[in-house]
């Protein structure tokens, strides 16, 4: 069961990025294309929170999580501040 | 930012119906002779815009039911004040006349929701990247 959530989490946060990707291109929003890599920064975070659950369980990999999970949160954090700039 | 002085249906005719303030210029300088066929030269003289912003304006008018279209042989657009309804023709009366006598009130709305449609298009264009597929329109393919 929870690997079913950690692989879901993945799913919805990889298709909220390719949806927000889509969306930049085709209404040229930049907006649309910082929310876009920052859902990609979280599905990489999710993904690291799959293997890191089940694939590698000898193998902390929160910090590397944690870095990839602000990372994505930064970018957008940036994107927002530059685009009301 | 209340704008208690103007009468609520002008308030709301303005935030549903009226997208810009060159549309409400527009409007205005039409709706004063309702016979007349007006290209959009003929409007710019008037309202004192370029012919560009004057075509845009005039389609949006059309698009909201209070204008229409023209044939003309010369192969300008030409256009007309023709409101849908008369509801709708009452509440331009009514905009004409709030215009003319309390025109700061209505600059002053028309800018707040200038304001607002541009902070809602960003919710919007959030909104719609999230749309998978459309749903049809009558007359498409």
């Not at chain 1, 949806?19 to 929003?29: D, M, N």
């Not at chain 1, 910090?63 to 927002?80: D, E, Q, S, T």
């Not at chain 2, 009226?18 to 003289?45: H, N």
Request: charged share 20%.
């Amino acid at each position: 069961m929870v690997e079913l959530v950690y692989l879901l989490c993945a799913l919805t946060s990889t298709g909220c990025a390719l949806l927000l990707l889509r969306g930049y291109f085709r209404a040229r929003s930049r907006l649309l294309l910082w929310s876009s890599l920052c859902f990609m920064g979280l599905s990489a975070n999710n993904i690291l929170l799959f293997v890191d659950m089940l694939l590698v369980p000898n193998l902390s990999l929160e910090i590397p999580r944690g870095i990839v999970g602000l990372g994505a949160l930064l970018v957008l954090l940036f994107g927002l501040i530059w685009e009301s700039t | 930012m209340s704008h208690q002085v103007l009468p609520g249906e002008i308030q709301e005719f303005l935030r549903t119906t009226i997208q810009s303030l060159e549309q409400l210029e527009v409007l205005i300088a039409i709706q004063r002779q309702p016979k007349k066929a007006w290209t959009p030269e003929d409007v710019a003289a008037v309202v004192g815009l370029p012919v560009g912003i004057m075509e845009e304006s005039l389609d949006g008018l059309i698009a909201a039911g209070l204008a229409r279209h023209l044939s003309s042989a010369s192969g300008s657009p030409t256009y007309c004040y023709e409101p849908r309804t008369p509801s709708m023709g009452r509440a331009v009366a009514g905009l004409a006349r709030a215009y003319a006598s309390n025109r700061l009130d209505i600059m002053r709305l028309m800018s707040t929701l200038a304001i607002e449609r541009v902070r809602s298009e960003a919710a919007n264009l959030f909104a719609d990247a999230f749309i998978i597929q459309r749903k049809k329109e009558p007359g498409d393919g």
